[in-house]
Antibody, heavy 117, light 110 residues
Framework: EVQLVESGGGLVQPGGSLRLSCAAS????????LHWVRQAPGKGLEWVSR????????SYADSVKDRFTISRDNAKNTLYLQMNSLRAGDTAVYYC??????????WGQGTLLTVSS | QSALTQPPSVSGSPGQSVTISCSGT?????????VSWYQQPPGTAPKLMIY???YRPSGVPDRFSGSKSGNTASLTISGLQAEDEADYFC??????????FGTGTKVTVL
């Protein structure tokens, strides 16, 4: 069964850094593009970033460009999101999601990031 | 990139049909058929309901259907059931090689 398990969330002070991880299993990880999507408390979904299957191509939402970096380790079946210069507005549940020809067809359960002093 | 515009809420009685609109621009919805819809019950991760405007993944009931006209995509739920009560989000690929979600719509079954 396909599984995506996010980890690494927590409480960080404004201006701080954190790295999220998403461990994948149940499918051939290196064949799929992957995304990070976030959801602030009580708010809607916001697309954050995308990486292609071999990690050579990435894209970012304007709101996180130059602060966040998406990467992957296909040997470890793990997706990452390095987040720097964190702001209160980055507080959200962060989901990783798999992109297939059908769209974002599998999602993890999310990890909560809280940015607060 | 501004979020796609959805109505905050729609409601209907069991058995009725409801339609959720997703309004974008020529830079996203209007230029690409890469529009998907997701269902999100409270406290859960989103679930894919429609991809490429109008296709249903295996396991999604056929009472869910999608369409697009110009810069606006739509999701219709026919024969509304209590289990359909949830938040629904659209997402589109954009000309900037990014993606943008809709603002979200809460579906209430009366």
């Amino acid at each position: 069964e396909v599984q995506l398990v996010e980890s690494g969330g927590g409480l960080v002070q404004p201006g701080g850094s954190l790295r999220l991880s998403c461990a994948a299993s149940g499918f051939t990880f290196s064949n799929y593009w992957l995304h990070w999507v976030r959801q602030a408390p009580g708010k809607g979904l916001e697309w954050v970033s995308r990486i292609n299957s071999d990690g050579s191509n990435t894209s970012y939402a304007d709101s996180v460009k130059d602060r966040f970096t998406i990467s992957r380790d296909n040997a470890k079946n793990t997706l990452y999101l390095q987040m720097n210069s964190l702001r209160a507005g980055d507080t959200a549940v962060y989901y990783c999601a798999r992109q297939s020809k059908y769209g974002l067809d599998w999602w993890g359960q999310g990890t909560l990031l809280t940015v607060s002093s | 990139q501004s979020a796609l515009t959805q109505p905050p809420s729609v409601s209907g009685s069991p058995g009725q049909s409801v339609t959720i609109s997703c309004s974008g621009t020529i830079s996203d919805v209007g230029s690409y058929n890469r529009v998907s819809w997701y269902q999100q019950p409270p406290g859960t991760a989103p679930k894919l309901m429609i991809y490429e405007v109008s296709y249903r993944p295996s396991g999604v009931p056929d009472r869910f259907s999608g369409s697009k006209s110009g810069n606006t995509a739509s999701l219709t739920i026919s024969g509304l059931q209590a289990e359909d009560e949830a938040d629904y989000f659209c997402i589109s690929y954009t000309s900037s090689s990014t993606f943008v979600f809709g603002t979200g719509t809460k579906v209430t079954v009366l």
